[in-house]
DNA sequence: GCGGATCAC
DNA sequence: TATGGTGATCCGC
């Protein structure tokens, strides 16, 4: 293979067809602004898409003229500092994307094959982690907030009508059809609906009705997860076992028993992982519900034609940095794979392959079951400035932030300030007190300095807003005992060191496996596993034509793949001649590099073998007795030396008003 | 470890 | 007149 072939081979599977389904439409065809040259109409454009919001394009919004709706609120925020804020942030991100673009040019003329290989390799790592035995069902109340607004009134019903003052929370479908939507400025809605009606929040009222809405959750899966006040994951694999019904049957009854006990619609997904039902769950939105089915060609199919955007955790941004890489659907990502991490990073690498296999976590499990990793508080006010009256802020801030320390009962080792400016910059710094903080005076006390170094920074310092954070936060559950009698969590081992292999399978607290074969078995299970290694090798092959005949530029791309592809297997036994110290794979017993990256390796292989047959096989088949769940994020440096990624959760008291965020990647 | 940035809701 | 709050993660340095 040499160079010129690599590169001619990747430049030609970059030519695509132009794809302008579903695009948004200054992405993908420069349009004629005849006031304007080419380069600022689509300086333009780009900062008009931003402006439209974040919340655009997850679910549908087709039946509004986005182009009308674009100028108004261009038109109304012109000139503003939001606005001009906007700008900046806008030309440093086309700056970004043009340094993307030089290095992806530059990358296309060395030779890829490496980077294809590494790839491809990955590929089929993760395509061994594929677990298509559960049903994951994602539930999302439709515009909830206003919804619940609507059964007090129900006269808002017939008229466009929003929540949240200021900026709205959200709007019911009437508004929609205006183009208002969640996150927008009050009076810039005002301005494309004048007949709006906007009500003040009413969280009480909310996490009310949303308690009513978990107490039937709690019944189709005890163990559901709260993703936020409104929305929820359920693994309904047992539900539907035991009741003998279709997933649809089971989501339709769910529903139906909902909106009958509380008046509340909810929209689902439904698919093999959390992933593909949350972007389901927008496909039939509201009142509706959308299954993806769980087999491999059915999530490729669907996956090869979803926009980017739609995937949880592709914002606006790495939107436009996907886009101008000719990245508009998960399908178009394998085009891509050579040089993705080079001009993303290696967590975009693995998160962007996911998405184009369709895989997701499946394990789901109760909100509280997370750990938080900070408290804080913010908030903005009119434009401030003067030394006394920042002070007086800071002390009000910390006096805010001390109450919610108490009430999740932690202290914070680590204090961060965060000030907007009033031109919308944002600025944080952090320190590190001699002890962990939680009462308002020693926040106030040690957050002052950075307040006043700041000052000496900026000159007449104007602020918008001001925020305090605790990070690296402890528990101070009275005693530091938990409900199980453990020492509380918080406290407890973390960072990089590697936990000696006789622990790691016994953790409870990482929980990676429900089901642990019995010893007994070792004999049949070695047969099984020489015939799942054919079975394996199998789908390897399979894999590789498929995406052949999937790629548009397959033809070209054939022969490069065909050298560079092989299965996992024979680099772990080349690996294994080479190294002296050897591990026991603590799932066949076979010795095993001492290296953690192919140590993982192995095990994900290990235990995404029951796996493979269940694909291979490719019937509906029954759930095994003994049945592997593989973890969900099965990443190389997940076994000896996991890294702890928690969730936030759901404090025991009144719920948090906007609780649950996803992390950006693995999600 | 720090500060900026992105993302979800 | 005028664009949110809470929490998490990733990257470059």
Not at 270 to 293: F, V
Not at 469 to 491: C, E, N, Q, Y
Request: glycine share 4%.
């Amino acid at each position: 293979m040499s160079t010129d072939e690599a590169h001619g081979q990747i430049s030609n599977a970059l030519v695509e067809p132009p794809d302008s389904l579903n695009a948004p439409p200054h992405l993908s065809a420069p349009r004629e602004l005849p006031a304007e040259t080419p380069a600022e109409a689509g300086e333009h454009d780009t900062l008009k898409y931003h402006l439209l919001g974040p919340s655009l394009t997850k679910a549908g919004q087709d039946a509004v003229d986005q182009q009308k709706v674009s100028e108004i609120i261009y038109n109304a925020s012109k000139g503003s500092k939001f606005f001009n804020n906007e700008e900046v942030k806008d030309r440093n991100l086309t700056e970004k994307i043009n340094r993307i673009l030089a290095l992806k040019r530059q990358l296309e003329r060395t030779d890829l094959t490496s980077d294809l290989r590494r790839a491809e390799d990955y590929i089929l790592e993760l395509e061994l982690t594929r677990d298509l035995t559960q049903t994951i069902v994602h539930i999302d109340c439709d515009a909830f907030y206003a919804a619940v607004e609507e059964l007090d009134r129900p006269e808002l019903r017939d008229v466009p009508m929003a929540v949240g003052k200021g900026v709205l929370t959200t709007c019911n479908y009437h508004a929609r059809k205006f183009g208002c939507r969640s996150g927008m400025a009050g009076f810039v809605a005002m301005k494309l609906c004048p007949q709006l009606i906007c009500l003040p929040l009413n969280f009480d009222k909310y996490n009310a009705k949303a308690k009513e809405v978990r107490t039937i959750l709690a019944t189709y899966d005890p163990r559901f997860e709260s993703a936020s006040i409104d929305e929820a994951y359920l693994n309904i694999t047992e539900y539907c076992n035991e009741h003998h019904m279709d997933p649809e049957e089971v989501v339709s009854q769910l529903r139906a028993e909902v909106h009958e006990k509380t008046k509340i619609t909810v929209s689902a997904g439904i698919a093999a992982n959390a992933k593909l039902a949350k972007i389901a769950s927008n496909r039939n939105k509201p009142n509706g519900q959308y299954r993806i089915a769980s087999d491999r060609s059915t999530i490729m199919e669907f996956t090869r034609n979803l926009p980017t955007r739609k995937v949880n955790g592709v914002g606006r941004v790495f939107e436009r940095e996907l886009d101008a890489i000719g990245i508009k659907t998960c399908g178009n990502i394998y085009t891509h794979r050579a040089y993705l991490s080079k001009l993303f990073g290696e967590k975009a690498f693995q998160f962007l392959m996911q998405c184009y296999l369709g895989l997701g976590r499946t394990k789901i499990q109760p909100a509280e079951e997370y750990e938080r990793k900070s408290v804080g508080t913010e908030s903005t006010f009119p434009e401030l400035s003067g030394k006394t009256e920042l002070r007086e802020k800071l002390r009000h801030i910390a006096e805010e932030l001390e109450k919610d320390l108490e009430r999740t009962q932690h202290k914070g080792r680590t204090l961060v300030l965060k000030v907007k400016l009033h031109t919308f910059e944002v600025l944080t710094r952090q320190s590190s007190p001699p002890k962990a903080v939680h009462l308002s005076e020693d926040l106030y006390r040690y957050a002052l300095p950075m307040l006043t170094k700041l000052e000496k920074e900026i000159p007449n310092m104007k602020l918008r807003l001001m925020g305090l954070r605790v990070t690296h936060i402890v528990s101070i559950k009275k005693g530091g005992i938990d409900f199980f009698g453990l020492k509380s969590r918080a406290a407890s081992s973390r960072g990089g060191t590697p936990v000696p292999k006789s622990e790691s399978g016994a953790n409870a607290d990482d929980g990676e496996w429900e089901v642990w074969p019995e010893a007994e078995f070792e004999e049949a299970a070695r047969q099984e596993r020489e015939d799942e290694m054919n079975e394996l090798e199998a789908l390897s092959q399979e894999h590789q034509q498929l995406q052949e005949q999937e790629e548009n530029g397959a033809s070209l791309e054939a022969p490069l793949d065909r050298q560079v592809r092989k299965p996992p297997s024979p680099k772990i036994e080349e690996n294994l001649n080479e190294k002296e110290e050897l591990w026991d794979c603590p799932i066949c017993s076979l010795p095993q590099p001492a290296d953690n990256k192919i140590f993982n390796s192995h095990i994900d292989f290990c235990l995404s073998r029951q796996t493979i047959k269940d694909v291979v096989k490719s019937t509906s088949s029954p759930t095994p007795t003994m049945r592997l769940i593989p973890r969900p994020q099965s990443s190389s440096n997940s076994m000896p030396a996991k890294r702890k990624r928690g969730r936030p959760r759901n404090d025991g008291v009144a719920l948090e008003p906007q609780a649950a965020k996803r992390k950006p990647f693995f999600s």
